[in-house]
């Protein structure tokens, strides 16, 4: 299949950085997977830091939908952009083929109907069924496993990623839990999260507990023997906040730190920094087997003559 390099634009009306839906469709029609980057101008102007190198490694995200547009919201491109990764972004029809060669994942935040297998009530009858949306977010997860590449989830996909892990969820936390602590506010500073001291978010961030945003009424069940992914904090009604996987480098933030990190927040910056971390490892891990790969080709081959 054809590639073809485009850019994503800043929408105002959004305060985002997106590109119409109907332009991908175009390529798609045409069988041509869209490459899609932010512009080497707005690192400067919208970030205020300098673009990456080329050979710094590359981080796919996964895009979000408004009114008929593919979007990254511009918290999450200045976090990711002060990490210091380049960043190509996916589509959800052609992001596995996307994904070649990127060094890692990030799998945003937001409103979309999730399969109901990954809930404590499967059976309950509901007319939505998942979308492409949702089906990107499986089939990227898979493909990020499949090859080992990092992954970090926010809010909506660090749930997908707990879903796919056997971890499940509550479609309504305070039907089922009747807490009295608010989790769906667009408050910056919502409530505290306690961090387990022997969790790696914990050695991370070097802080026991540390106030956060909440803007999710779905909720994971307080129950990791089910997974291999370990709960790594909580809230004060024992909600998990954070779970993931340290060998197999997969960490999931049930809040949002792009709105602290954009906001100059370097204890919020570190979760976005560990992904470019992983990244550069996983980028050398993967050079150093592709060069192992070429010489043993090419002793093969003199042997051979």
């Known amino acids: ?98 994904m070649d060669d990127v060094d890692g994942l990030i799998l945003p935040g937001g409103s979309f109907v999730s399969p109901s297998e990954f809930y404590t009530d499967p059976m309950k009858k509901t007319n939505e069924k998942p979308g492409s949306r949702s089906y990107a977010y499986i089939t990227s997860i898979m493909e990020a496993e499949k090859n080992g590449i990092p992954m970090l989830g926010i809010c909506a996909g660090a749930q997908m990623i707990g879903g796919m892990h056997g971890l499940r969820l509550y479609r309504d936390l305070k039907e089922y839990t009747h807490t009295n602590l608010e989790h769906k506010t667009k408050e910056l500073e919502a409530h505290i999260v306690t961090i387990r001291e022997d969790s790696p978010l914990f050695k991370l961030l070097g802080q026991h507990k540390i106030e956060t945003n909440s803007r999710h009424r779905e909720a994971l069940m307080n129950n990791d023997s089910i997974s291999d992914l370990k709960i790594y904090a909580t809230s004060n009604d024992s909600t998990p906040e954070a779970w993931g996987n340290e060998e197999k480098n997969i960490l999931c933030i049930q809040w949002h730190p792009e709105d602290f990190a954009a906001q100059g927040d370097k204890t919020m910056q570190k979760i976005y920094n560990w992904l470019a971390d992983k990244a550069r490892i996983y980028q050398k891990q993967k050079t150093l087997k592709q060069t192992n790969q070429s010489l043993f080709i090419s002793q093969t081959k003199m042997e051979r003559n």
Not at 81 to 96: C, E, H, M, P, W
């Open 1 to 98: 299949m054809k590639t073809k390099h485009i850019q994503l634009n800043y929408l105002s009306e959004f305060n985002a950085f997106g590109i119409p839906d109907a332009e991908i469709e175009k390529l798609e029609k045409d069988n041509i997977t869209p490459i899609i980057t932010l512009k080497d101008k707005d690192y400067e102007e919208k970030f205020e830091c300098s673009k990456p190198s080329p050979d710094a490694p590359t981080v796919a995200f996964l895009l979000g939908r408004e009114k008929d547009t593919y979007t990254i919201d511009w918290n999450y491109a200045k976090a990711v952009a002060q990490s210091g990764v380049n960043i190509r972004f996916l589509t959800y029809k052609n992001n596995v083929s996307q």
